[in-house]
């Protein structure tokens, strides 16, 4: 799997927090013509949005790995209704994310963060948009950092990244704080009433079906 741009640009295409939105180059379709000989999984989280269409259409296995719906949370990280569509017309899938300004805008000066309802809104949006087959977790989890470390990194894009807590941290969301409170993903998704096979799906069936595709 390769993720083909990160936020800025590169000599593939566009990221998505760069300024112009030129789509891929001469070099990314070339890229994704031998990814796609070669079975290999075209990532598109951190892509721009014309460089995420143009590989969609181009890409043979298409995910985004960690990206939330942006019509619940609008940062240039998400995914638009037309891009988890055409995705999920391709068998990918979209892992959601839990980093906070992925999940929800939130006032960080009062120290407010999203919560796990949040994070499972984005899984109810995508599972009614397009089916449980097309949604995964993709948290991007950063366990055991240094603050001043990750906050010395973020604080250069805070229009992607956010802002850090009056601790000078960046607090995922209550409930969800780390791997080991993906158990309540499993509980809350029980909660709101989910049949155990799209539990199934979203635990990681669907992203067993995209390596199988990749790794035959």
């Not at 993720?3 to 566009?14: A, F, H, P, V, W």
């Not at 070669?38 to 892509?47: A, K, N």
């Not at 470390?149 to 973020?154: C, E, K, S, V």
């Not at 989910?194 to 995209?210: E, M, P, T």
Request: charge should be negative.
């Amino acid at each position: 799997m390769v993720q083909i741009t990160y936020n800025e640009k590169n000599s593939i295409g566009d990221g998505c927090g760069e300024r112009t939105n030129t789509g891929l180059s001469n070099l990314g379709m070339e890229l994704i013509e031998r990814m796609n000989e070669l079975d290999m999984i075209v990532d598109l989280s951190h892509v721009g949005d014309r460089t995420t269409d143009e590989a969609i259409d181009a890409g043979k296995i298409v995910v985004c790995s960690h990206s939330n719906a942006r019509s619940l949370c609008k940062n240039v990280r998400n995914k638009t209704d037309d891009q988890i569509k055409a995705l999920a017309k391709k068998n990918g899938i979209i892992g959601v994310v839990a980093h906070p300004s992925f999940v929800k805008w939130t006032n960080t000066e009062k120290d407010e963060l999203p919560t796990l309802d949040d994070l499972l809104d984005h899984i109810d949006y995508i599972v009614k948009f397009v089916g449980s087959e097309h949604v995964g977790f993709g948290f991007d989890f950063v366990e055991n950092i240094i603050p001043e470390q990750q906050t010395q990194d973020l604080l250069t894009r805070p229009e992607i990244w956010g802002r850090p807590t009056s601790k000078g941290t960046y607090d995922y969301p209550v409930g969800i704080s780390g791997i080991s409170d993906a158990i309540n993903v499993t509980k809350g998704l029980i909660a709101r009433g989910y049949a155990d096979g799209d539990i199934l799906n979203i635990l990681g069936r669907n992203w067993i079906r995209v390596l199988k595709r990749s790794l035959k």
